[in-house]
C-alpha cells in the first residue's frame, strides 16, 4: 500500500473485543441491574405487609446500593463501547509515522504527523496488558493469563519546536520488529529502558527517558524478545555492580 509516494509498512490498530467476552460482559451488567431491582423491589413489598421503620431502613439501604450498581455498570458498558468503538491506530511508513489515539476516556481524538527525520530516538520496554485475553481468539479450553507483558515503543520526538512522545503499544512481537526493523533501516537510535511508563503522563514519560534511568542502548538483531531479554540481563548485573559498590564505599566510610 502506497500514500503520497511512501510504503506503509505496518499498521497498528486496537482489537475489538471478542464477541464471546462482549456477550458475556453484557450479561454481567444485566445481571447487576436485575439484581438493583431487586435490591428496591423486595423491601417495597416488605413494607406493604409490614410497614416498620426496619422495612423502611432495608428499602433506604437498598436504594442506595441499587444506585451504585445501576450507576456503575452503566458507566463501564458505556467506558467499554467507546474503547470498542475508537480504536486507536498507529501506522509507520517508509518516512513516517501517523497516529491517531484517542486519550484515557475515548473522549478526545488526538491526530498527528511524524516525519522520521523529527524522531530523535525510540525506546523498547514491556507494558502490562489486564484480560488481553478479551481481545484475540482462544480455544475453548485454553488457558489465559489475567495479566500479559506486551511490547510498548516510546518514540521520542519534535514537533512545533517542542519534544513530545508517542507510545504505541503492541499485541504480537512481530509487529513491534516490524517497526523497530524500519526505524533501525531510517538510522534511528533504539535504546531499551525496564521502566513503566505507559500509566504516566506525557511529560512524566519524557522526564524519565531524558534522565537516563534504567535505559540501556537496545542491540537490535531482528527479534524483539531475546533482545529485551538480554537487556533486561544486563541491566541487572549493573544495578548489582552499583549495590556492590555502594556496600563497599559504605563500609570503607564506616
Excluded at 458498558?77 to 509515522?97: C, F, P, S, V
Excluded at 502490562?128 to 489465559?144: I, L
Excluded at 537516563?212 to 541487572?236: N, Q, T, V
Aim: with cysteine; charged share 20%; glycine share 8%.
Amino acid at each position: 500500500m502506497q500514500m503520497n509516494g511512501s510504503m506503509l509498512i505496518h499498521e497498528r490498530k486496537d482489537r475489538k473485543m471478542e464477541p464471546f467476552y462482549w456477550i458475556l460482559t453484557f450479561e454481567g451488567a444485566a445481571f447487576l441491574i436485575v439484581l438493583a431491582l431487586a435490591l428496591v423491589a423486595g423491601p417495597a413489598v416488605l413494607i406493604a405487609y409490614y410497614p416498620a421503620w426496619w422495612s423502611w431502613l432495608l428499602l433506604a439501604a437498598g436504594a442506595g446500593l441499587a444506585f451504585w450498581l445501576v450507576r456503575f455498570s452503566l458507566r463501564y458498558l458505556a467506558k467499554l463501547i467507546r474503547k470498542n468503538r475508537r480504536l486507536n491506530a498507529y501506522r509507520i511508513y517508509e518516512d513516517r509515522i501517523e497516529f491517531a489515539a484517542y486519550d484515557a476516556a475515548r473522549l478526545n481524538l488526538t491526530e498527528g504527523r511524524i516525519p522520521l527525520e523529527g524522531v530523535e530516538s525510540v525506546y523498547a520496554s514491556m507494558y502490562s496488558a489486564a484480560q488481553s485475553y478479551h481481545y484475540k481468539k482462544t480455544k475453548w479450553r485454553e488457558r489465559v493469563r489475567q495479566y500479559e507483558w506486551l511490547p510498548v515503543l516510546y518514540i521520542v520526538y519534535r514537533s512545533g519546536g517542542s519534544r513530545r512522545v508517542l507510545a504505541v503499544p503492541f499485541y504480537e512481537d512481530h509487529e513491534v520488529d516490524r517497526w523497530l526493523g524500519a526505524l533501525q533501516q531510517h538510522g534511528v537510535p533504539l535504546q531499551a529502558t525496564g521502566k513503566l511508563l505507559l500509566p504516566l503522563s506525557e511529560a512524566d514519560q519524557l522526564q524519565t527517558l531524558d534522565s537516563g534511568a534504567g535505559s540501556l542502548p537496545l542491540s537490535y538483531d531482528g527479534s524483539f524478545r531475546p533482545c529485551f531479554d538480554r537487556f533486561l540481563h544486563e541491566m541487572k548485573s549493573i544495578n548489582a555492580q552499583q549495590a556492590e559498590q555502594g556496600s563497599s564505599q559504605g563500609g570503607e566510610r564506616a
